[in-house]
């Protein structure tokens, strides 16, 4: 699956965000190490701490079906009325969940409804990662 392709899923995904507190609308398209995509959304809360991002919605239901290997994750991100400023990085929360299962050569693409996009290391995105 190419990066581009990854992104798309992404945007998809996007369409299910449920931001109506921050208005800032996330997809995330995680890629396993056999080839299967699991997507995911951020899902907010009026009490704020049981928001969760878009990636660890999908690692989450990933890991949650058997699923522990895996090679790439795209993240895409805009403002309500659908507006990409910048790419969407993954928050350090998500870095880190995604360290607990993903090699320091795990690729995270950060991409747009453009076309355009970037491919990252996790071990670029989290350095040093705390490790027991
Ligand atoms: N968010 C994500 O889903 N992923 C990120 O990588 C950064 C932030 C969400 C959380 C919250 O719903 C909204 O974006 C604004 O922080």
């Known amino acids: 699956m190419t990066p581009q392709e990854l992104v798309k899923r992404a945007l998809e995904a996007q369409k299910y965000a449920y931001a109506p507190y921050s208005g800032f609308r996330v997809g995330a398209a995680l890629l396993t ?3 299967k995509v699991y ?8 009490c ?17 079906e058997g699923e522990t290997e895996f090679l790439a994750i795209a993240v895409v991100g805009c403002t309500r009325d659908g507006v990409y400023k910048r790419f969407c ?21 950060f991409g747009d409804d453009s076309g355009d996009y970037e491919v990252h290391t996790l ?6 990662a705390f490790d027991l």
């Open 39 to 46: 997507t995911g959304c951020n899902i907010e809360n009026k």
């Open 123 to 128: 071990s670029e995105l989290l350095p040093l």
């Open 33 to 35: 190490a056999q080839g």
């Open 89 to 109: 990085t993954p928050c350090g929360v998500c870095r880190q969940a995604l360290a607990e299962f993903c090699k320091p050569d795990f690729q995270i693409v």
């Open 48 to 64: 704020h701490t049981p928001t969760i991002c878009a990636e660890r919605t999908a690692l989450f239901k990933a890991v949650s």
